[in-house]
């Protein structure tokens, strides 16, 4: 089992351009979530999905879209990137009262 | 608002030491919390978990010491290794622990 996969590893990009992270899972979790890291701040939720069909703002979710695609995958989208989004992404996923597992998480740098 | 606060921001241990990291909640409807573990350019991983009906839980070298009544929660690695060198986040969760407030982090370093 993969667990949870993140795609890319790794971008670059300019102020206002858009792009679409996206997260699997092969654990049949009913819970995913999108996290960002930022030295010194933890990691802070900003979308989450309880069950496939459901999505719900977390902490910081202003910039981000998101699509609950099927019960495996969930995206998020940044339309417009600006520099305060340059951070690290992890997705997540999770069954009801159980532990979380991450995926490898995705640098990303808006210039 | 920060929920869950942490402390230290670092720490250096001596290997064979004890490493203590604590943590700080406000919201009393928090009923999970865990510990994750995360080392450099990886995802955190879950290390050892608590339910307030129980004060402390221990696995191996990882104990947390958990104080309702303080709204305060520790863990205590005993034995320290230079393995264990990594970030640890605390964080608490309700509601089945679907939503989860991380603190701010914790950098062990541990020493030969």
């Known amino acids: 089992n993969a667990g949870v996969t993140q795609t890319p590893k790794f971008q670059v990009l300019k102020t206002g351009q858009s792009m679409t992270l996206q997260c699997a899972q092969d654990?049949?979790?009913?819970?995913m979530y999108w996290y960002r890291q930022d030295p010194g701040m933890g990691l802070r939720l900003i979308y989450y999905s309880a069950s496939e069909g459901t999505t719900d703002k977390g902490e910081v979710p202003n910039g981000y879209n998101v699509s609950r695609l099927n019960k495996r995958e969930f995206s998020l989208r940044l339309e417009s990137a600006a520099p305060s989004q340059t951070s690290v992404y992890f997705c997540?996923?999770?069954?009801?009262?159980?532990?979380?597992?991450f995926g490898p998480g995705t640098r990303l740098t808006v210039l | 608002q920060q929920q869950v606060k942490q402390s230290p921001q670092s720490l250096i241990v001596q290997k064979g030491g004890i490493s203590i990291i604590n943590c700080a909640y406000e919201n009393t409807a928090f009923d999970y919390f865990p510990w994750y573990q995360q080392f450099p350019g990886k995802g955190p991983a879950l290390l050892i978990a608590i339910r307030p009906d129980v004060s402390e839980k221990k696995e191996g070298r990882f104990t947390i010491s958990f104080n309702k009544s303080a709204k305060q929660f520790s863990l205590h690695i005993m034995d320290s290794q230079p393995g264990d060198s990594a970030t640890y986040f605390c964080?608490?969760?309700?509601?089945?622990?679907?939503?989860?407030?991380f603190g701010t982090g914790t950098q062990l370093k541990v020493e030969l």
């Open positions: 654990m049949n979790h009913n819970s």
């Open positions: 964080a608490a969760g309700s509601g089945g622990g679907n939503k989860l407030t």
């Open positions: 997540a996923s999770s069954e009801w009262y159980s532990t979380q597992y």
